[in-house]
């Protein structure tokens, strides 16, 4: 499923960018539920400018800017 990336990549009223919709911790394997099916994703908690999803935001922009 495509998403418009303006949902994921927003600015505060400072003008600073914010990602949103980061899963915020991923324990795979730590009981059945976490099986890393698409349900377990879609219930996990998000937050903004995780750590995780910064990186992975990171490198595909920079991946972008080598083409």
């Known amino acids: 499923m495509a998403?418009?990336?303006?949902?994921?990549?927003q600015t505060d009223p400072q003008g600073h960018v914010i990602l949103t919709g980061t899963v915020t911790h991923i324990a795979m394997g730590a009981a059945p539920e976490n099986n890393g099916s698409d349900a377990y994703y879609l219930k996990a908690p998000i937050a903004s400018d995780d750590p995780k999803g910064l990186g992975a935001f990171l490198l595909a922009g920079?991946?972008?800017e080598l083409r």
């Open 3 to 9: 998403s418009h990336p303006k949902r994921f990549v």
């Open 62 to 64: 920079s991946e972008m």
